[in-house]
């Protein structure tokens, strides 16, 4: 299997320091990636760079076999490589209808009508009159939910998401969960940053753990959990070896 995103020897250097890499990663179509790490480990940085939203000190950024290393973040998001943030994105003084449509504007994708903006909206639970909402209006459970709807009227193949879990209740929760399991039913990866693991590792084919800009270890969730240098880079080697 061709891989539909690949990156090679990334790094990224602020005033000499070296914040990530050299990183090998590659993520395929339909499949759900895990990335964890203690804070400060790279993780929003590989993000950063592998979106476009920051230059690479060094290496490579494909998109299905193509170098995208120098081209811009939203020619990226059009070509299907999308990201959300863990701020709420959207324009908190216009309806919820106006923020998809501008969503789509930005990228160029010409109106596609309340059909689309309902089924993103549907695809993260999100009720049908939640399009007539001013988005100030909405919790920021619901906010979180609509950033995510943002992102999927764009229509990606590989969804990029940076902590989606944080600061949601139990329901916006298991609504994030189905979201990404009919994601993987339709097709659409997803590469996850989260420090929830208890909600995140279940979702996961495979599972990235990185630690001070490198990548630690990868396998399934099993398998890393049961890894000491993982339990360690999380817990300190003192307390692994006192297990």
């Known amino acids: 299997m061709s891989a539909l995103l690949e990156v090679k020897g990334l790094e990224k250097h602020f005033d000499g320091i070296r914040a990530l890499g050299p990183v090998e990663f590659h993520a395929n179509a339909g499949e759900i990636v895990g990335i964890i790490g203690p804070n400060g480990s790279g993780k929003t940085t590989f993000f950063n760079v592998t979106t476009g939203f920051m230059k690479p000190t060094a290496g490579r950024v494909f998109w299905k076999g193509e170098d995208i290393t120098a081209v811009a973040a939203h020619r990226r998001a059009r070509l299907g490589l999308i990201r959300t943030f863990q ?90 969960t189905d979201m990404l399991q009919r994601m993987k039913s339709d097709g659409i990866g997803a590469i996850i940053v989260e420090h929830e693991m208890s909600l995140l590792l279940p979702l ?35 307390v692994v070896a006192e297990d």
């Not at 753990?209 to 880079?233: C, H, M, N, T, Y």
Request: glycine fraction near 8%; proline fraction near 4%.
């Open 87 to 176: 701020e709420k994105m959207v324009f908190s003084g216009t309806p919820v209808r106006e923020n998809m449509r501008l969503a789509l504007i930005q990228h160029g994708i010409r109106d596609l009508g309340d059909a689309a903006i309902l089924r993103a909206l549907s695809y993260v639970g999100l009720p049908e009159r939640t399009i007539d909402q001013q988005a100030g209006d909405l919790s920021w459970g619901q906010c979180r939910l609509l950033g995510m709807a943002l992102a999927l009227v764009l229509q990606p193949q590989l969804l990029l998401l940076d902590e989606p879990f944080a600061g949601l209740n139990r329901i916006a929760a298991a609504q994030v």
């Open 204 to 238: 996961c084919d495979r599972v990235v753990v990185f630690a001070s800009g490198q990548i630690l270890a990868e396998g399934s969730s099993e398998d890393i959990l049961k890894r000491p240098d993982v339990r360690a880079a999380y817990f300190g080697a003192d």
